[in-house]
């Protein structure tokens, strides 16, 4: 339910079927496919032919000069290069155009945004890889579009949470109930069916520990809060269960979606797909600006200028983009796959250490069914079917414009850590979530299939597994003009998912402006901040451990 963007450039197959029809194309304008054994293999996955440099040549609308000189001895506009076209491209592209920059963003897909864009399937209906919610505290993306003066979203939604046993778990709107102090509005408004306040009350001390490690040592949760509560949130926020979470990790997106603010775990969805309803107006907006969006562009390796130790081009196989400032807002498996080609990031080991990240496969699958099911709530997380799985569950009739007078009801079911399920077949597939999906409500075991679409998408988003962060990377890089964005890079802002992408995006955007010395800095909305009373328990608790630290043996003990 807390899913994550999927930067773009995508890695993964793509598999679609139809019941009532033996064969399937797309013929979605702008969007090809490559059929192969009756799977779509999405282009952004078909190895790169150009494996050599060629020789240099300027971007095909540049005048083929240095950015420093226009002919005529004034300065020209500094070229900036993005490569990625998710929310950190996009934030970084949409700041530095407005700045006044020449910016051309980089796409490896066949449009901007990747498969998080959606596109149509041959009989006119919308796909895309996985749902997308938009929380309360996604205070920069909220302010985006109220820039933009555009109207995605649904209204905040209530949510629900299933297990094999059954309902377990319904959440209010929490900014519609008097406020308490934090957390305990949480605790005391969610509605468990079966887990006790007492158990809920034992995750308390997650709210005042200040590092990782008082997470581990003043650990003091219930088994049962952890297994009913928390665990399954990690499993679709975190998308890992508990034993293969950073305990860093666990406690930030905890805190930032659920403890730190009564109406944090608010929500608001898409009225459709995120790349109709939010990137296309977006990128109209941008292009507007002056930003050219060139896609089927993969990055192999640049070009470096000897004198200065900076980026003079980036390369797509045989073509070279020059840049005075270089922004990369891909993904961790992209990344990894740019280094595999490029001699000049593997003599920086900063970037050979993302080839020790790892990232997790994802399964989307998208049924429409003869009939309509009373779902209760739109959007449902789902744990205890497979151990390590966590899956989620949405109403698209009533989340999605375009299926409101769908006659049958439209559901979505996306899995992570989805390794079992990747190698099976389309149809064993949807038999399997159907049978989830009756588990949950009896009404779908009276439905019958009628359409459906699988997305198998390995190695899609991050995990932050145990000692991962130490080999991810910050905004600045050893190359002074190269800057990173993305979900998985390190910031101090702490936001997480689709917020922190957008947000590292408008920080590499001001990394620029601060290394060109030109423009103004991007508007960050910070996070907002802890209530009165968890920031003196935490100030107690610092001053604590200060005292602690001053008595004998205290470096022993963890």
Not at 448 to 477: C, L
């Amino acid at each position: 339910m807390l899913a994550s963007l999927f930067p773009a450039p995508y890695q993964g197959i793509v598999s679609m079927s139809t019941v009532s029809r033996g064969k399937q194309q797309c013929n979605s304008p702008g969007f090809k496919f490559y059929m192969s054994n009756h799977s779509i293999i999405h282009p952004s996955i078909k190895e790169n032919s150009h494996k050599n440099m060629a020789k240099p040549r300027c971007q095909a609308e540049g005048t083929g000069e240095s950015s420093t000189s226009n002919g005529n001895g004034k300065a020209a506009v500094k070229k900036v290069v993005v490569v990625g076209a998710g929310w950190a491209g996009l934030g970084a592209a949409h700041h530095l155009s407005k700045q006044g920059f020449d910016v051309t963003l980089l796409e490896a897909g066949r449009q901007p945004g990747g498969l998080v864009a959606g596109w149509k399937s041959a009989s006119g209906r919308s796909v895309e890889v996985g749902i997308h919610g938009f929380w309360y505290p996604y205070r920069n993306i909220f302010s985006l579009i109220d820039e933009l003066g555009i109207r995605p979203f649904t209204n905040w939604t209530r949510s629900a949470q299933y297990s094999t046993n059954g309902l377990e778990v319904e959440s209010p709107i929490f900014q519609d109930i008097p406020r308490l102090p934090s957390p305990l509005g949480t605790f005391i408004y969610t509605q468990f069916q079966r887990l006790p306040l007492a158990d809920r009350l034992t995750s308390l001390p997650l709210m005042y520990a200040v590092t990782a490690r008082e997470l581990f040592r003043k650990f003091g949760c219930s088994e049962r809060v952890y297994q009913d509560a928390f665990n399954p949130m990690l499993l679709v926020g975190l998308f890992a269960p508990g034993e293969q979470c950073s305990a860093a990790a666990t406690l930030g997106m905890l805190y930032y979606f659920i403890l730190a603010h009564q109406q944090d775990f608010d929500v608001v969805w898409c009225r459709g797909t995120v790349g109709e309803k939010i990137f296309k107006p977006w990128i109209e907006f941008m292009k507007t600006q002056g930003c050219q969006f060139l896609a089927n562009k993969r990055v192999t390796d640049f070009l470096m200028d000897e004198n200065t130790g900076t980026i003079s081009a980036v390369a797509c196989g045989d073509e070279l983009f020059t840049a005075d400032a270089v922004i990369f807002a891909v993904g961790i498996t992209a990344l990894q796959r740019i280094v595999y080609n490029s001699p000049v990031l593997q003599q920086r080991e900063e970037f050979l250490n993302v080839l020790n990240l790892g990232a997790i496969d994802v399964l989307a699958v998208r049924l429409w069914l003869d009939k309509k099911v009373n779902i209760p709530k739109p959007s449902n997380a789902c744990f205890g079917f497979d151990t390590s799985t966590g899956w989620t569950f949405f109403d698209l009739n009533a989340l999605h414009d375009e299926y409101k007078d769908e006659p049958g009801t439209v559901v979505e079911a996306d899995f992570y850590h989805a390794n079992q399920f990747l190698p099976l077949k389309d149809d064993q597939i949807v038999e399997k979530v159907k049978a989830y999906l009756t588990t949950c409500i009896k009404e779908f075991g009276n439905a019958n299939v009628v359409d459906q679409a699988v997305v198998r998408f390995p190695k899609s988003v991050t995990h932050f597994f145990p000692g991962s962060y130490q080999s991810m990377m910050r905004g600045n890089t050893s190359i002074p003009n190269l800057f990173m964005a993305g979900d998985w890079i390190i910031t101090r802002h702490g936001s997480w998912s689709q917020e922190k992408a957008y947000v590292t995006g408008l920080e590499a955007a001001n990394r620029v402006v601060d290394y060109f010395g030109e423009g103004q800095f991007a508007k960050i909305v910070p996070v907002e901040d802890d209530e009165p009373h968890v920031q003196e328990l935490r100030r107690l608790n610092r001053a604590f451990n200060e005292v602690r630290t001053q008595l004998p043996l205290s470096d022993y003990f963890l």
